[in-house]
């Protein structure tokens, strides 16, 4: 996969001015990552009006509060909500030639049919929190538009805040945040479980960041497949077995034992 | 938990000479810690006789085939093999007044009974692959032992190699485990999951780096339970749906992620 961005010939971008429709961490960064790139953001709408007003304010924006009032005329209009409420966002759309693009990692490019003549996608692979600083340089961004027009605008814009941009089509883009899921959520999950055990010792988290911080960094280094380590891994039946024992009181995260286990298993000691 | 290292008065170790039981990751890398501070590693033995012989080469120590050869006057003796084989090994250790330990994360510290007269534990909480340098400062270590006499000479040569040395009975640190094993090894298998899936598409498993060390970043500064995202959390069914529907060729990867949503969707959004 070639990143697009190292093609761009630093033409003037064709977008100057943004409606962003959303307030929730993506909108929040990607909003400020164009602002701080000059881009004018003019004007903020979301369902939660609290996040949309700080967001306006801190992007000098106007915040809105009716769909009816989005301008026809901005050169694009990003909708970073939900992706079960891109549909809904779509419909209230006033008509216009603007670039209209979504943020999904999941969210076909189909459902613009119909609605938008310009369109697209830029979706940032990356986790995002309101209240924690990311370096959206460091962030691939994966874009996608109807036409190829359309593309070398996202192309441009995408640039202008992200060190790699890469096209990809709906089905790569899905699988793409499917493994971010597993790479990302999932992971976060084993972390909280992680601390739910040790809590239940009132043992602090923190005695585990050490081996949080080389898990991940050994996975920047090799390929975690060759990677793995643990009981499961080892054949070790008998810690296996104690572990299940020890959550037995707690029976979901003895499935989960059990099932993520089985798997590492399966995958490294195939049966003959 | 109360670091014990603070309180070490620097007196010159009790332990001098050591026999190193195992050649695998833990053993590699606490036998070089050792060796650097000036424990003379005596011998080396394994049931992996090339393991053996590289790392005996590598510590300045013997490498010896058989249990009979062990010296009876060492003065720890280092049981760093898997859990399943502790038991095997304590069987024919000579008879001897030196300290053994074992290095075990769930393995009680009752094992040793009817077999030594002076024995320990000493578990770093850290995930070790053989070429791979890990700072043994930044490992916090448990220690555990039969009396207080022996418990302090674990701490005095604890307090060499690690800076955070703690004392923890054996149910603790069978949770401290247990709590590794969500953390590091079915951490690095949903990295392994996740490169599949990328793999399936041709696309690189460094795509996911970023995100991969945010995650990671973000769990060392906030409490994971608060970082939570993705689907799930959000409790977006459709992206939820689609991604089973994209895990269908694959049962093993489709089951844990329903089971992972399903519990982090129990979590977040409890059934009224």
Redesign the interface.
Known sequence: ?KSLTGNTDFMPADIKTAVLIGAG?VAWHLGKALAINNIKIEQVISRTASAAKELANQLNAVYIAEPGQIRENADIYIIAV???AIGDVLKKLPPTNGLVVHTSG?TSLSIFEGFCHNYGVMYP?????RN?P?NFC???LFIEANTPANLEKIKQLGGMVAKEVYPADSA?R?????????????????????????A??????S??????????L????????E????????G????IR??LE??NSIP??K???A??SD??Q??YHKAP
């Not at 239940?200 to 988290?205: A, G, H, R, Y």
């Open positions: 996969m961490n939900s992706d079960d999941t692979l990356q986790t995002f929190t924690r990311v460091e962030i691939p790569t899905a699988k793409m945040h499917l493994a971010a899921v597993f790479a990302c959520n999932f992971t976060n999950r084993m972390y909280g479980i992680a601390e739910e055990i040790l239940s010792e009132n043992i602090d988290f005695i585990l960041h050490p081996l949080i911080k080389e898990t991940a050994k996975a920047l280094s090799m390929q975690p497949v990677a793995q380590t643990g009981p499961a891994v080892r070790n039946a008998q810690i104690r572990h020890m959550l979901g995260l499935n989960i034992y099932i993520l798997n590492i399966k995958k």
